[in-house]
């Protein structure tokens, strides 16, 4: 089972500052490998897919980036309403995972 | 756009049973028979654990270990729907289970999502 880690847990960020979040696979998964944003009492809103694409609908300010094991979700210019949880998500082998989540506040 | 509309969860003792529904809609691409589909849940207060998958033809099928076994899914074309059949229920399957699509035919990853349905196992 590919164990996928995300770092930080947890981050307090000001409006306008970029917030960057790493995803680290136990193995390789290619570029298959999805960000999604939950706020609380919603369900989760899927932001990338494999990796670098943007989903339809989605503000530019969110952008993905990576390949095999190490993948970055960056947020730039945040905005009060990018207070949520983000997941990254693995569909590079069975069975499918999720990161632990890690939960961004605005300052 | 992708409606996917669960029910069916609610409370029930551990060894017990439970089917999930959820109704599906506005696909841009063809219809739900031509998607594949998922299960993925949410202990409360927790985070994301996929469970089951089912291909459009409904010939391939995947679980999580925890479920194998035990949990079913299964999928009715005509009648654009997504069943979960969780039998021998245990307190850790306790959870909000929300049913998602692709939006591309052929892919595997959950784009849409549903409201999720909550199953409480407890005695």
């Known amino acids: 089972e590919i164990v996928l880690t995300q770092s930080p847990d947890f981050q307090s960020v000001a409006p306008k500052e970029t917030v960057t979040i790493t995803c680290r696979a136990s193995?390789?998964?290619?570029?298959?490998l999805h960000w999604y944003q939950q706020k609380p009492d919603q369900s989760p809103k899927l932001l990338i897919k494999y990796a670098s694409q943007s989903f339809s609908g989605v503000p530019s300010r969110f952008s993905g980036s990576g390949s095999g094991t190490d993948f970055t979700l960056t947020i730039s210019s945040l905005e009060a309403e990018d207070a949520a949880t983000y997941y990254c998500?693995?569909?590079?082998?069975?069975?499918?995972?999720f990161g632990q989540g890690t939960k961004v506040e605005i300052k | 756009e992708v409606q996917l509309v669960e029910s069916g969860g609610g409370l029930v003792q551990p060894g017990g049973s439970l089917r999930l529904s959820c109704a599906a809609s506005?696909?841009?691409?063809?219809?739900?028979?031509?998607?594949?589909m998922l299960w993925v849940r949410q202990s409360p207060g927790k985070g994301l654990e996929w469970v089951s998958y089912?291909?459009?033809?409904?010939?391939?099928?995947y679980y999580v270990g925890s479920v194998r076994g035990r949990f079913t899914i299964s999928r009715d074309n005509a009648k654009n729907s997504l069943y979960l059949q969780m039998n021998s229920l245990r307190a850790e399957d306790t959870a909000l289970y929300y049913c998602a699509s692709p939006s591309v035919v052929g892919h595997t990853t959950p784009d849409y999502w549903g409201q999720g349905t909550l199953v409480t196992v407890s005695s």
């Open positions: 089912i291909d459009w033809t409904a010939t391939t099928t």
């Open positions: 998500h693995q569909t590079g082998s069975l069975p499918w995972t």
């Open positions: 506005g696909f841009s691409f063809g219809s739900f028979s031509n998607y594949n």
């Open positions: 193995q390789s998964t290619g570029t298959a």
